[in-house]
């Protein structure tokens, strides 16, 4: 099972960035999702990125301002947040599945089987 590391949370004021970062060994091989979870709501997806680093898909609430990218040589995958809202405070987590030279990547958390501890966002101000 993979382990998964992430870093990069932290608090931020409305309209503010950061950038999320998600770290394990032999990552290259697997497509990565980026998952939140606020409090009593469930967790949802927000954007992932195919094994290859050639196709993304994202939560329509996140699209023009969150980037997911990775450095397969790095072992890392990024998540950029842009333009954060309060709506944004939550756990982030990344998840892997495994998908070798794969094109495509889901936002659904059933198709995950690793998962990272979290780190926490929190948009105020």
């Known amino acids: 099972q993979l382990q998964l590391v992430e870093s990069g949370g932290g608090l931020v004021q409305p309209g503010g960035s950061l950038r999320l970062s998600c770290r394990a060994s032999?990552?290259?091989?697997?497509?990565i999702g980026w998952f939140r979870q606020a409090p009593g709501k469930e967790r949802e997806g927000v954007s992932c990125?195919?094994?290859?680093?050639?196709?993304?898909n994202s939560v329509d609430s996140v699209k023009g301002r969150f980037t997911i990218s990775r450095d397969n040589a790095k072992a890392t995958v990024y998540l950029q947040m842009d333009s954060l809202k309060p709506e944004d405070t939550a756990l982030y987590y990344c998840?892997?599945?495994?998908?070798?030279?794969?094109?495509?990547?889901?936002?659904?958390?059933?198709?995950?089987?690793?998962w990272g501890q979290g780190t926490q966002v929190t948009v105020s101000s």
């Open positions: 998840a892997a599945t495994w998908r070798p030279y794969s094109n495509s990547c889901a936002l659904d958390k059933e198709s995950y089987k690793s």
């Open positions: 990125i195919s094994s290859r680093g050639t196709v993304t």
């Open positions: 032999g990552l290259s091989n697997y497509a």
